[in-house]
């Protein structure tokens, strides 16, 4: 993973390893850490930042993501659970999404919820999403790895 991508690259320190080690251990290309859905989503998210992406690839899925308003950005943000792209065409619940996310050069998505102090929050503040170039199927160890991320007190950075 590089050093992220222009003033988007504001994740530092443990939580840069953490995405880093979420990205080797799944076998997956990149990573984009987003906080928030936007105007569209529920109270509490509707600011929307990129505030980590490992390489433009990983940039240009967050985008796709927010400017369709869906995907599994916004299934782990609204739903506190890891969401995937489906690896079978036909029971893909987002195929403009995946048309779009191939285009530039995504062919598998998972994104994990982050949850900042699962007390007071009744959502997700962000997710960190992973990538790859290939069709992939993440073992369950590292979807547990995954879902660990919604359980680590990740915070965003301080604005």
Do not use: N
């Not at 509707?46 to 599994?72: C, E, N, Y």
């Not at 969401?83 to 195929?95: F, G, M, Q, R």
């Not at 160890?141 to 604005?159: E, K």
Request: hydrophobic fraction near 45%; charged fraction near 15%.
């Amino acid at each position: 993973m590089s050093d992220g991508v222009g003033p988007e690259a504001e994740v530092d320190g443990i939580e840069r390893r953490w995405v880093k080690a979420c990205t080797v251990w799944c076998e997956m290309d990149g990573a984009a850490v987003v906080i928030g859905l936007g105007a569209g989503g529920p109270a509490g998210t509707r600011g929307r930042q990129v505030v980590f992406a490992s390489d433009s690839i990983a940039a240009a899925m967050a985008d796709v993501q927010f400017v369709l308003g869906f995907g599994p950005h916004h299934t782990a943000v609204t739903t506190c659970s890891v969401s995937s792209t489906a690896h079978d065409a036909e029971l893909d619940p987002w195929p403009v999404l995946t048309t779009e996310l191939s285009a530039v050069g995504v062919r598998s998505v998972y994104a994990a919820p982050m949850v900042g102090d699962a007390t007071r929050q009744r959502c997700a503040l962000g997710s960190v999403q992973l990538y790859s170039a290939r069709a992939v199927v993440v073992v369950p160890r590292a979807r547990a790895l995954l879902s660990l991320t919604a359980h680590t007190g990740f915070q965003p950075p301080d604005r």
